[in-house]
């Protein structure tokens, strides 16, 4: 039973354009949600997080929001950059710290 | 500062062998824990380690087990190696308390 999940598997934007990746979960205990990039032959590398007890969260480019009665987080990357390639976990945990349950990812394509 | 640091960066093993990891968390983290990556699906869970206490454990069967020593690096070992496991086995620190997970580069295990 799949508790966190990324239905699309790849995505392809334009450079400058916006990226917006997206996940579900199902277990209404997980109360951390983190956004993890990852490239070939590489660890994941942590981009951004938000707890439950906000909707929103921005770092730079990057800004997740949580939308906790539909289970739903989302990523958006604005501009999209061609360095921004790369597949994107999202993650969840019941308390910050302990321990994750990944989605399966989504490759993000930007093309120049 | 250092990251997370995993050796062997690849190993290559044959069925029914045992296989010991070995990551060193960021300095001034005090937890540490270890992830499977199979090809084309999300990290999975297998221990967290706090303290030298085992914390957390995934649905993984016995063969997988786990220390930590009191510099807070870990090890992780498989015993009676099977085809499937054959994966990236990765590494996390963090701090103790509601704190983000930070990635080793991971370690790629072939079993022939």
């Known amino acids: 039973d799949q508790q966190v999940k990324q239905n699309s598997p790849s995505l392809s934007v334009q450079e400058g354009r916006i990226s917006i990746l997206n996940c579900d979960y199902t277990n209404s205990m997980f109360d951390y949600f983190l956004w993890y990039k990852k490239y070939p032959a590489e660890g994941p590398t942590f981009l951004i997080s938000?707890?439950?007890?906000?909707d929103k969260n921005e770092d730079g480019r990057f800004t997740v929001f949580l939308n906790k009665s539909a289970k739903h987080l989302s990523l958006h990357i604005v501009p999209s950059q061609p360095g921004d390639s790369a597949v994107y976990f999202c993650?969840?945990?019941?308390?910050?710290?302990?321990?994750?349950?990944f989605g399966g990812g989504t490759r993000l394509m930007v093309k120049p | 500062d250092a990251g997370v640091t995993q050796s062997p960066t690849h190993l290559i093993k044959t069925r029914g062998q045992q296989v010991t990891l070995r990551c060193s968390p960021i300095s001034g983290h005090k937890s540490v824990s270890w992830y499977q990556q199979v090809l084309g699906q999300g990290p999975q869970f297998i221990f967290q380690y706090y303290e030298k206490e085992e914390r957390g454990r995934g649905n993984f069967p016995d063969r997988f087990s786990a220390r930590q020593f009191p510099n807070y690096s870990s090890e992780l070992n498989v015993n009676a190696l099977l085809l499937g496991d054959s994966a990236l086995y990765l590494c996390a620190s963090s701090r103790d308390g509601p704190k983000t997970q930070y990635f080793g580069p991971g370690t790629r295990l072939l079993v022939l």
């Open positions: 993650a969840a945990s019941e308390g910050a710290g302990n321990m994750l349950t």
């Open positions: 938000i707890s439950s007890i906000k």
